[in-house]
């Protein structure tokens, strides 16, 4: 998401007042003066949003300028996992933040941008899914991601998905560092799964003859 050049002046100037008045309120002679510090920091207060929005952009237009410059390369190892029917990419967000503690605005710039980034690698409406980074979300972020086109999000809680759950909040698995038959085995755990082997398989077709 880009500025006009002279919006990124304004904010470029408004961003060195901010230094300039973060610097005056912690003048001893500044400090002694009641009105003035008074003034200050409300005009302090006042440009602390703005400029942290300015720069939270800012950071998100360097990631994607290097995530365009990424996708000039044509990886395609990534675009042809993106293709296999068996694997998604999904989405995380940008810069991991906390999502629900972040303006509307902001929020929608982390989720835009992650996704264009993705798509300009795998290809376009390949990325569906999102993934809420630390699990923190809000009814806002999942109206946001309704309106980007995602289909579904998962949050942190660690369960198996159940018919009606809301597909903007759904649980997932945790998986384990582990071989073939303990990944196997903690799978079936859950309530629900059962794994067939190949030897369960063989077994069931030998019994139907």
């Given at each position: 998401?880009?500025?006009?050049?002279?919006?990124?002046?304004?904010?470029?100037?408004?961003?060195?007042?901010?230094?300039?008045?973060?610097?005056?309120?912690?003048?001893?002679?500044?400090?002694?003066?009641?009105?003035?510090?008074?003034?200050?920091?409300?005009?302090?207060?006042?440009?602390?949003?703005?400029?942290?929005?300015?720069?939270?952009?800012?950071?998100?237009?360097?990631?994607?300028?290097?995530?365009?410059?990424?996708?000039?390369?044509?990886?395609?190892?990534?675009?042809?996992?993106?293709?296999?029917?068996?694997?998604?990419?999904?989405?995380?967000?940008?810069?991991?933040?906390?999502?629900?503690?972040?303006?509307?605005?902001?929020?929608?710039?982390?989720?835009?941008?992650?996704?264009?980034?993705?798509?300009?690698i795998a290809g376009p409406r390949s990325v569906l899914?999102?993934?809420?980074?630390?699990?923190?979300?809000?009814?806002?972020?999942?109206?946001?991601?309704?309106?980007?086109?995602?289909?579904?999000?998962?949050?942190?809680?660690?369960?198996?998905?159940?018919?009606?759950?809301?597909?903007?909040?759904?649980?997932?698995?945790?998986?384990?560092?582990?071989?073939?038959?303990?990944?196997?085995?903690?799978?079936?755990?859950?309530?629900?799964?059962?794994?067939?082997?190949?030897?369960?398989?063989?077994?069931?077709?030998?019994?139907?003859?």
């Open positions: 998401m880009s500025l006009s050049k002279s919006m990124t002046a304004k904010l470029s100037a408004l961003t060195d007042r901010h230094e300039e008045v973060s610097a005056l309120l912690a003048d001893p002679d500044v400090m002694s003066e009641r009105e003035q510090f008074t003034a200050l920091s409300k005009e302090f207060a006042e440009l602390s949003p703005v400029i942290t929005s300015f720069k939270h952009l800012e950071d998100l237009n360097t990631e994607l300028a290097e995530a365009q410059t990424l996708a000039k390369d044509d990886d395609p190892e990534i675009r042809e996992l993106a293709e296999s029917p068996n694997i998604e990419i999904g989405s995380h967000s940008m810069t991991h933040p906390m999502l629900a503690r972040l303006a509307p605005a902001e929020q929608r710039q982390e989720i835009e941008t992650s996704r264009r980034c993705l798509e300009a899914g999102f993934s809420y980074p630390n699990g923190s979300f809000s009814e806002q972020t999942c109206q946001l991601l309704a309106e980007q086109g995602f289909e579904y999000a998962c949050t942190s809680q660690q369960d198996v998905v159940r018919k009606g759950l809301d597909l903007y909040k759904l649980p997932r698995l945790w998986a384990p560092n582990a071989d073939h038959r303990r990944f196997r085995t903690w799978l079936s755990s859950w309530r629900g799964i059962r794994i067939e082997t190949s030897s369960s398989r063989n077994s069931k077709h030998e019994s139907a003859r």
